[in-house]
């Protein structure tokens, strides 16, 4: 059977505080790394989808990483890849 | 059916049982809720309590949003039906979109649990009309994602229509904008609460008795309603 994988990213909008980043960059502080302006954390999610991934199932993907896999009032998705395999 | 409040139970609901025995020390009758049900029993309203629904996996509230229960729970609160979500609950609210916003990690990255003075802002809600406009309670506040944001446009239009229902006295717990810690909707049906009023319902458990208006409120607006 034919499957597709999907890579998924959602990251906060940039307007929106990221404490998590901003405590990693500050760990690279002191661990000796210097000049890192910023730092942002996101989740990543790679979806196996079996079958054929037609145009409707992928339209239905793109409306649940817009409402579950990421909050729209903080955050933004991108669909990364859509990589086929036989 | 004035004095049914539900009290849904997902998946990592910490908190059900004192909602419940708060709802019962009010005078009401706490009906339990399961997550997983399409339809939901006679209640005139419900609560959504603290917890960690779903392990608060993917962002706290996002799976809950989704659960069979909340279908109907959202229509009815749709309809003017009260509903309070608590912690956990108010995350559910914000991700169901049934309250603007959305709570998000506290700015100092640690979870606080303590005993907080908290004052109340609007006494125009289903669930705070038994208060007094600038009442200071103290209540416990127990929380890792309870600080709250939305846009500059929407906290402004939030203060300017009395929405906020409560604010945090002090020093800010936990980095919210406008140190809120409550919100309600246009209608003043639902309310968000990041602390725990349940907890503070009884001098043996709680550190004071300052939730139990809450659920008093709730009884009495239902009554005048009917």
């Known amino acids: 059977m034919s499957e597709t994988r999907v890579v998924v990213e959602v990251m906060l909008k940039p307007e929106i505080l990221d404490p998590q980043g901003r405590a990693v ?61 036989a | 059916m004035t004095s049914r409040i539900g009290v849904v139970t997902f998946p990592g609901s910490l908190d059900d049982r004192d909602a419940a025995r708060a709802i019962r020390a009010a005078g009401g009758d706490p009906i339990a809720l399961w997550h997983g049900d399409a339809d939901l029993p006679d209640v005139a309203a419900v609560i959504l309590p603290g917890g960690f629904s779903y392990g608060d996996y993917l962002r706290c509230g996002a799976i809950a949003r989704f659960a069979p229960i ?10 003017g039906m009260p509903v309070l979500g608590i912690c956990n609950g108010f995350q559910i609210l914000c991700e169901s979109h049934l309250l603007p916003g959305a709570l998000t990690r506290n700015d100092h990255l640690h979870f606080i649990c ?51 229902v409560a604010t945090y006295v002090g020093p800010n717990p936990n980095g919210s904008r406008r140190a809120i810690a409550g919100i309600t909707n246009a209608r003043g049906n639902v309310v968000g609460l990041m602390p725990h009023p349940e907890h503070a319902i009884d001098a043996l458990t709680g550190p004071t008795t300052d939730g139990l208006p809450f659920f008093t409120s709730v009884l009495t607006s239902l009554l005048a309603s009917r």
């Open chain 2, 70 to 79: 909340m279908e109907q729970i959202v229509a009815r609160a749709n309809d």
């Open chain 2, 114 to 164: 303590r005993d907080q003075k908290v004052r109340i802002e609007s006494t125009h809600t289903a669930w705070t009309a038994d208060f007094t406009a600038g009442q200071e309670i103290v209540i416990p506040l127990k929380n890792g994602e309870g600080g709250y944001i939305a846009d500059d446009a929407t906290l402004n239009m939030l203060e300017a229509e009395g929405r906020v």
């Open chain 1, 25 to 85: 960059k500050g760990a690279f502080a002191r661990l000796g790394f210097e000049g890192v302006a910023d730092i942002r954390q996101g989740k990543r999610f790679e979806l196996t989808i079996e079958g054929e991934l037609t145009a409707d199932r992928m339209a239905a993907l793109e409306t649940l990483a817009g409402t579950l896999l990421c909050n729209p009032v903080i955050e933004d998705y991108r669909i990364v890849s859509v990589e086929g395999a």
